[in-house]
Structure formats: C-alpha cells, structure tokens
C-alpha cells in the first residue's frame, strides 16, 4: 500500500457528550515535491491526485475506509463500518468527518493521538491507497515532464486510486496543510453515529 505526502489539513471540534470530531480535507490538482532529486543530482520528483481520484472507494459505502493515526492499522480512530467515518467528494479536495467517540477514547494510542495534536504536533492528514491493477483501469495514472521553464522534475498525477485508510500525521507539504483545534463548538448538523440500523455494512 501507497501513501501520499503529508499534504490535507485536520481540524478538531469538541462534540457533545465527550466525543471529539474531526474534520479533513485532501485536495486535488495539486503538486506535492515526493523527491528532490538527492545529493546525486537525480531528477525531482512531483505528485499530484486529479479530482475525485478516490472515487471507487468513496462512491462505494460497502468499502471500508480507517481513519488512522500515522498510518498504523494497530491505531485505528474511527472507520465507516463503525460508523464514525464520512467523506464527501468535491473536484477539489476530499473532505472527511471522523468521531472519536468517549469509549474509542479509553484506548491508549487514542489518548496518545489526542495529546500529539493537542500539543501541535500532528499537523496534516495523509491518505493510505494504491493504484488498480493496468488490466481493470488501463490510464489510472501517468507521467510526464514538468514545464521547462518551472523545473526539470518528473510529475505523476493519479487519476485513480483504492483508498484503504487516511492519517492524522505529523507533517504537512504545504502552507494549508495544517491543524486548528476549534473549542465551543455549537454542531451545526446532526451527530455523525448513526443508528445501528441505519450504518454501512460491510
């Protein structure tokens, strides 16, 4: 599995009865530096995702989608099979929603993540996916030669790619790729669990 640079933003709303919400955002058609080229004085290296590149995954609620913490499937946050992960899909960004409900909270790493991003350090939101097999999407990505007159980097943009998870990380590409922690929160939409009855299922 595939993981892109730190390039989404995170922001956190405190929710009634204990839970924490989370909202992200990954955008599309834009350019993330992958390498630099090294001390050698290889080619750099750029990244970008055209819009709805998530889309086979996102449009299907029978895929389950983790939200992470720095890409560790051992620290699961919240996932659409529990319920406590949204998506919406624009052209340009991907948005998600995440509830850390008070029982996922009693776990350690939860604890752990929660103190990280409260003391500023998980910054960016970072997606977990690859790329479909030639045979079932024959143009999932391609690559080409950066403009001459703004570089000489390789660039590769995805236009199709199986979202497994997306993280909470500790590091953002860009200037836009960063965490606010919003307290006082008044929901301005109804709670994001849903009842049993009405969850996606796997």
């Avoid at 992200?24 to 970008?48: M, V």
């Avoid at 590091?171 to 009405?198: C, F, G, H, Q, S």
């Amino acid at each position: 599995m595939l993981t892109a640079p730190n390039i989404g933003s995170l922001e956190l709303r405190e929710a009634p009865g204990g839970a924490v919400r989370f909202r992200g955002k990954f955008p599309y058609n834009k350019l993330a530096t992958i390498s630099d080229g090294g001390r050698n004085g290889g080619r750099p290296r750029k990244e970008q995702f055209a819009s709805r590149a998530f889309s086979f995954a996102v449009d299907d609620p029978e895929q389950d989608i983790h939200f992470l913490s720095g890409h560790r499937f051992d620290k699961p946050l919240a996932s659409r099979k529990a319920g406590t992960l949204e998506f919406e899909d624009t052209d340009t960004e991907l948005r998600m929603e995440a509830l850390l409900t008070p029982d996922a909270q009693q776990a350690s790493w939860v604890q752990d993540f929660l103190a990280a991003y409260r003391a500023g350090l998980v910054l960016g939101l970072s997606p977990g996916f690859r790329i479909p097999p030639q045979q079932t999407v024959p143009n999932a990505e391609k690559v080409e030669e950066e403009d001459p007159n703004l570089g000489r980097a390789l660039i590769r943009t995805i236009f199709a790619a199986v979202l497994f998870e997306i993280s909470a990380v500790t590091r953002a590409a860009y200037e836009d790729a960063e965490v606010e922690e919003v307290r006082n929160w008044t929901p301005d939409k109804p709670r994001l669990i849903r009842p049993p009855a009405m969850r996606w299922r796997a």
